[in-house]
C-alpha cells in the first residue's frame, strides 16, 4: 500500500476510535436524561419522531443511490450521496435524543398510556411485540456498531485506498441500510402507542 494512502488513513484512526466511544456514551448518557423530570419547563418536542423516522427512510435512499452511483462509475456523485446520508444519520442522531430528553419513553403496546403493560395489554398485542423487541434490539446494538464502520469506509474512500474501501463497504453497507430500514419500522411499530 501506498505510504500516503496509509498515512492519510492512520492520521483519522485516533479519531474514529475517540468519535466511536463518545458517541455512543454520550447518547445513552443524554437518553436517561428527562430535562421535564429534572424541572425544566420545556415542552416534549414529539413532533419529532415521525420527522426523524422520515429521515431514516432518506438514508436508506440515498445510500442505495449512492452505490448505484458508484456501480456506474460515478466517483462524484457517490461521495456527495455519502456525505449527505452522514448528515443524516447525524440529523436522526440530534433529534432522537432531543426527543427522548423531553418525552417520557413509550411503552410498545400501552394502549392506556400509563407507562405499565399489564397483562390485557400483552394479550391485545400478542407475539408481535417480541418481533418488535428483536427489531429495536437490533437497530440499536448495529446503531453502536455501524459508528467506526461509517467513519472507516468513509476515510478509506477520502484517502484514495479505493480497494479497503470497496472491502469494507460490503459490510458497512448491509449494516447501515439494515439500521437506515429498521428505524422507519420500529417508528411505525410504536407509534400508535405514543401519548400525544
Given at each position: 500500500m501506498d505510504n500516503t494512502i496509509n498515512?492519510?488513513?492512520?492520521?483519522?484512526?485516533?479519531?474514529?476510535?475517540?468519535?466511536?466511544?463518545?458517541?455512543p456514551i454520550a447518547v445513552a448518557a443524554l437518553f436517561g436524561v428527562n430535562l421535564r423530570k429534572l424541572g425544566f419547563n420545556v415542552q416534549p418536542l414529539s413532533f419529532l419522531p415521525p420527522i426523524y423516522a422520515t429521515i431514516n427512510g432518506l438514508t436508506a435512499i440515498v445510500l442505495f443511490m449512492?452505490?448505484?452511483?458508484?456501480?456506474?462509475g460515478n466517483r462524484v456523485l457517490h461521495e456527495r450521496l455519502v456525505k449527505v446520508a452522514i448528515?443524516?444519520?447525524?440529523?436522526?442522531?440530534?433529534?432522537?435524543?432531543a426527543y427522548h430528553m423531553t418525552a417520557d419513553s413509550t411503552a410498545f403496546g400501552d394502549t392506556n398510556h400509563n407507562g405499565v403493560i399489564d397483562e390485557a395489554e400483552k394479550i391485545a398485542v400478542g407475539p408481535i411485540r417480541f418481533l418488535y423487541y428483536f427489531i429495536l434490539l437490533t437497530h440499536i446494538a448495529l446503531s453502536v456498531i455501524i459508528i467506526p464502520f461509517v467513519l472507516i469506509t468513509?476515510?478509506?474512500g477520502l484517502a484514495g485506498n479505493f480497494e479497503r474501501h470497496k472491502k469494507i463497504s460490503r459490510i458497512t453497507y448491509p449494516m447501515w441500510m439494515y439500521v437506515a430500514v429498521t428505524g422507519v419500522i420500529v417508528y411505525l411499530m410504536i407509534s400508535p402507542y405514543y401519548n400525544h
Open positions: 498515512n492519510a488513513e492512520t492520521k483519522y484512526n485516533k479519531w474514529i476510535t475517540a468519535v466511536s466511544i463518545i458517541i449512492a452505490v448505484s452511483a458508484i456501480k456506474k448528515a443524516f444519520s447525524i440529523s436522526f442522531l440530534v433529534m432522537y435524543v468513509y476515510v478509506r
